[in-house]
């Protein structure tokens, strides 16, 4: 069983961008321990960050072809603009979980819209990286239920 996890725009940054609204985790720190935390589940944890709506729109596309059974996505400030990437998951079978490091709904306006919310089946915001944590657990329980 395979979870794909992505990362929008500027969650490269993680640790060192506005470290009081999304943590002092880095990126690295937060995938290795997705990873292990599938591992001990018997899953498997690919890993994406981009910058470019595009990548993320063909790392989304290749899950439809090579068994992914999940995706758990942040797509970052996309989450608020992006037709493209809502129609690239509704053409994917498997669950989709959206994922904030911040609670959007505390925030600007703009924030509050989620286009991708139109198609996941779960929304975690507020928590920090530990909403990464909840959205696996989320996965594998539903899969295996
Ligand atoms: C974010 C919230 C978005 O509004 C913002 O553009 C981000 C990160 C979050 O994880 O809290 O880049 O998705």
Redesign the pocket.
């Known amino acids: 069983n395979k979870v794909l996890v992505l990362h929008?725009?500027?969650?490269n940054l993680l640790g060192s961008?506005q470290p009081e609204?999304?943590g002092r985790e880095t990126l690295g720190d937060i995938d290795n321990d997705l990873r292990q935390r599938a591992v001990l589940a018997g899953w498997e944890v690919d890993c994406f960050q981009s910058n470019h709506e595009g990548a993320l729109i063909d790392a989304i596309h290749a899950a439809r072809e090579d068994g992914t059974r999940a995706i758990i996505i942040?797509?970052?400030?996309?989450?608020?603009t992006s037709v493209a990437i809502l129609d690239a998951l509704n053409a994917f079978d498997g669950r989709v979980i959206e994922?904030?490091?911040?609670?959007?709904h505390r925030?600007?306006a703009?924030?509050h819209h989620s286009y991708v919310s139109l198609r996941a089946d779960g929304v975690i915001?507020?928590f920090g990286s530990q909403?990464y944590r909840a959205a696996l657990d989320a996965v594998i329980a539903a899969t295996e239920a």
């Open positions: 929008g725009p500027n969650l961008r609204i999304y942040n797509p970052a400030a996309y989450t608020h994922v904030h490091l911040s609670n959007v925030r600007e703009f924030r915001a507020g909403g």
